[in-house]
């Protein structure tokens, strides 16, 4: 924990400005201490230590009563270095006179923590809660301390595994490198210099990495560094967007700014301002998108926040763009700073930079769960020696959670800070994620096509991503979370919407994805499309609630073409007599044309019919076959002419 200057400060301008007449104990000071007092407050003003020394001395050997002698000489002997001598000093201090620098506790437990004392620690903070000062801010920062000691004395004695690796000379210089962004493949690192070469400025540069050694570190593009600082940059799982932090850019709303660049081929386009709504008229800095390109975390000192710089996050919308953020709220922001948000792909998992939670000292790095509500849990600190009493600033997680890249200057390297791997224990790695690549195409003509497409978790109809397909080759590539059952939907102008419902049990790579490749039928009288997403229980007939976020899509694909009539057709598989599968088909066809019925679709556009066995896709006579054979699909039956308005 590093020293803190605000309670130096507040002793020492309470001995500066203490008053020539006042009482210590209801005795009043003699004249002949005052004097000798003063002129050794004047003596330390003008760094003459050693005159003020000896007059301090003269006054603790005649007047040891008098604390506000104790008080500067331990001013003087941190000013000196020795902080050994300043802590006897303070306590001589509080042991005189209890009652009047509550501040002087709470600076005694910072030097006894930084001094890796811990049970001094403790003692002194049982002596400041004895004395029941109602200062909330002291008694806030004391049960800091306290749990901090507490918390390091534990992690100590139980150290994590840590085995930091220099990524070396390719990268690191003799100047500072911070970590900024890992591609989802690992196979580029972009992160920030400060080189004494470029008038020590902040510029981004990008390292690639063949086989296990990383290339010589080269300039990121012109159009995103400039002759100014930016760093704190974060890169989306597709590698096609960035965003960043620039400061004191012309336009810009605050001292630094979030921008953002897109790629366009193989370079990115001209920066932009995220505009008013995420930026400030203060300080807006390192942000991180998450996997779905929808939430943006980043830091900010705006005011509404819990203390000096918070994290905050915004969500995109589709229709308004960028909405105002939000604070992440006290678990995570505290009366401290806060920084370096790093969201995981697994989009539940956050890592954050924090000296207001209790700690090993300093900034520590915390990992705090995000719930499905975008709530985030209780942090928990990553451990010692991950963290230490020096600053722990900035972490990026590789996408399979095995690996943190962090910057430090305290580890053997090339000078200033450097970045390093280490491989995270298993408690604190984040959920396995896995790749979906596929191409959306016209099931006619193959002809690759840009489509709108969703995945969903169809147990809570939350959106996992929402994009578009690349306008010319059609393909896109996302990560999920894996573990689940999903729901992807896929629609384009013109076209019936697709829907599939798939699980992924086993993580996949960059290299190595899931394929999901999607035909689109287009929208003409007898194409069909397979509602896979809408679920009964087995011989049911009553709509699961995981059914509704397919049927929502239905239901709005029907108010967008009011042209259109469908038949909604139920079927089974052959396990059972065909009477009975009729009957349970058509109830199943007939939940789904009542749901549409209810949601204001005009009967007249809608029918039903239950098929049973007799319209198979698949053999019966495997588990696989039969799951296809079950389900519930609808056709165009008539397409009517669009008035021209």
Sequence with gaps: MRLKKSFF????????????????????????????????????????FKKAKSLLNRINQSDPSFAEAWLLQGNI????????????????????????????????????????????????????????????????????????????????????????????????TAGNEYINALSSDGEFLIFTRKAPERNHTEDFFVSNKTDSTWSPAELFESSINTEGNEGALSLSPDGQIIFFT??????????????????????????????????????????????????????????GGFGKSDIWKTYFDVEKGWLPPVNLGRSVNTAEDEFSPFIHPDRETLFFSSKGHPG???????????????????????????????????????????????????????????????????KIRPRPVTFIKGTIYDAQTKTPLQAHFEIINPVNTKKLVESDSD???????????????????????????????????QPGTYKQPALRNVALERLEVGKSTVLRNVFFDVDQYILKPESMAELEILYNFLIQHP???????????????????????????????????????????????????LVPVAPNDTPEGRTLNRRTEFKITRKNEVKQQ
């Excluded at 709470?106 to 923590?113: K, M, P, Q, T, W």
């Excluded at 709530?375 to 959670?401: C, F, K, M, T, W």
């Excluded at 573990?483 to 992807?488: C, D, I, M, P, V």
Aim: net charge negative.
């Design 360 to 426: 090993m000292g300093g900034f520590d790095f915390y990992r705090v769960e995000i719930d499905e509500n975008g709530e985030a849990g209780e942090p928990v600190n990553l451990g010692y020696p991950i963290n230490s009493h020096r600053d722990e600033i900035s972490l990026v997680v590789d996408i399979q959670g095995h690996y943190g890249y962090y910057s430090t200057d305290y580890l053997p390297g090339e000078g200033g800070l450097d970045i390093f791997r280490f491989s995270l224990h298993e």
């Design 246 to 303: 620039g400061c004191h850019r012309k336009g810009g709303l605050g001292s630094c700014d979030i921008y953002y660049s897109v790629k366009e081929g193989s370079r990115w386009g001209e920066p932009i301002n995220s505009g008013p709504t995420v930026n400030s008229a203060g300080w807006d800095s390192q942000p991180c998108l998450s996997a779905d390109g929808r939430t943006l975390y980043f830091v900010s000192n705006r005011s």
């Design 471 to 505: 306008a010319t080759t059609g393909e896109f590539l996302v990560c999920i979370p894996t573990g689940g059952g999903y729901a992807l939907n896929a629609r384009a102008e013109g076209y019936l919407f697709y829907s599939e419902h798939f699980a992924l049990t």
């Design 563 to 613: 042209e259109i009539s469908v038949e909604i057709g139920g079927h089974t598989d052959s396990t059972g007599s065909e009477e009975h599968n009729r009957i349970l088909s058509d109830n199943r066809a007939k939940a789904v044309y009542l749901f549409l019925i209810e949601k204001g679709i005009d009967s007249s556009r809608l029918s039903g019919n239950g098929y049973g066995s």
């Design 9 to 48: 400060l507040a002793i020492l301008a309470v001995i500066i400005c203490t008053s020539v007449h006042y009482e210590v104990f209801g005795q009043e000071t003699n004249e002949k201490t005052l004097s000798k007092f003063s002129k050794a407050r004047a003596k330390y003003l003008e760094k003459d």
């Design 77 to 172: 002997d941190l000013d000196l270095g020795d902080t050994m001598s300043a802590i006897g000093n303070y306590e001589n201090a509080v042991r005189h006179d209890p009652i009047n620098y509550p501040g002087i506790y709470v600076f005694l437990s910072e030097l006894y923590f930084n001094r890796q004392n811990f049970q001094e620690v403790k003692n002194t903070y049982k002596k400041f809660s004895s004395l029941n000062f109602k200062d909330s801010v002291l008694q806030k920062k004391s049960e800091l301390i306290n749990k901090s000691a507490i918390l390091s004395d534990y992690y100590q004695k139980n150290p994590v595994e840590f085995h930091p690796v220099n990524l070396g000379k390719n990268i690191n």
